[in-house]
């Protein structure tokens, strides 16, 4: 099955809107997060702030999708792409840890400034229900006998299960009385990931399972 490719007004918004996130984060990285203003943002992408406004509704929202973008799209792909002999639980469990864990040295400076700032954080954990369209639908594809109910409800729990993981590790992080303004992490994101979508392996194992029409 082949996939329609986007067209050329698709591809102007997206790189609108990348270029947008990318200015916010790069602003965000150099100045803080609260030395951010709209208006910055929009002159550094090259846009109007009206036009800003139709992509995000706040700066902390831009900042955030530069650390998030495609994310939800990445994680049912590699659900998608794994061999159907391994089980659906684990194809979403590694899947939804590898998306989480924060490799190199910008993507760990954005997420500790993230971790630093309460709106900044809010927002980060509110992009999590973004994967549960993309992962409705990759899990629908590897289980074909499943009504897309089901598969929605399931994606829906992952994105619960996700949420929760991310919120406790984010209000566990610790300020040190000796270093304000400095975030340390507590304990590990993957690790705590895992752990919230052990519960749900059965279910997702058992949908894979379900025989088809």
Not at 100 to 128: F, K, N, Q
């Amino acid at each position: 099955m082949t996939t329609a490719q986007p067209g050329l007004r698709e591809r102007k918004k997206q790189a609108t809107r990348d270029a947008l996130s990318a200015a916010a984060l790069r602003l965000a990285l150099e100045r803080g997060p609260e030395n951010v203003r709209v208006d910055d943002i929009a002159e550094a992408a090259g846009v109007s702030p009206r036009t800003y406004n139709n992509y995000f509704s706040s700066r902390e929202q831009a900042i955030v999708a530069a650390v998030t973008a495609d994310r939800a799209a990445r994680i049912a792909a590699a659900v998608a792409g794994r061999p159907a002999e391994v089980g659906l639980a684990v194809a979403v469990g590694d899947a939804v840890v590898g998306q989480y864990t924060e490799p190199g040295d910008e993507a760990r400076a954005a997420l500790l400034m993230i971790m630093g700032s309460s709106a900044l954080r809010d927002c980060y954990v509110e992009t999590v229900a973004a994967i549960d369209g993309p992962l409705a639908e990759a899990i629908a594809g590897r289980c074909p006998g499943l009504g897309r109910l089901a598969a929605e409800v399931l994606a829906a729990a992952v994105g619960a299960a996700v949420r929760v993981a991310i919120g406790q590790w984010l209000r566990a992080a610790t300020v040190p009385a000796s270093m304000p303004g400095f975030v340390v992490p507590a304990g590990s994101l993957p690790v705590l990931m895992r752990s919230a979508l052990t519960p749900l392996g059965p279910a997702l194992d058992a949908a894979a399972k379900h025989p088809a029409a």
